[in-house]
């Protein structure tokens, strides 16, 4: 059955022509640009937020409580709600799903 699957597997990657793979590398490499650009722009607030909250007790003890509460909601509830934010402001997807 695996060996059977492989097989069928090879037998359709030689069937795509090559400027399709050109256009799947191509499309590949902007996909790696722009989660570099969402890793890029997270970290450049998050790291010195989380310095900042972490220099202090008090302010561990005020954020805490709410990024644990943030942290439970899982991604994939929050994210339509957030892409359909970002689309009333007029980004388009490329730029919403960075968020």
């Known amino acids: 059955m695996v060996v059977a699957g492989c097989v069928r597997l090879i037998k359709t990657l030689v069937e795509v022509p090559g400027a399709m793979w050109l256009e799947i590398l191509g499309n590949t ?35 805490q409580p709410i990024i644990q509460v943030m ?23 490329n730029w919403g799903s960075m968020f």
């Open 29 to 63: 490499g902007l996909t790696f640009l722009r989660v570099l650009g969402a890793l890029i722009l997270s970290s450049l607030w998050a790291v010195p937020a989380g310095i900042w909250i972490g220099l202090n007790q008090r302010r561990i003890r005020i954020a």
């Open 71 to 93: 942290a439970s909601f899982p991604a994939p509830m929050l994210y339509p709600l957030a892409l359909a934010v970002l689309f009333k402001l007029g980004m388009n997807l």
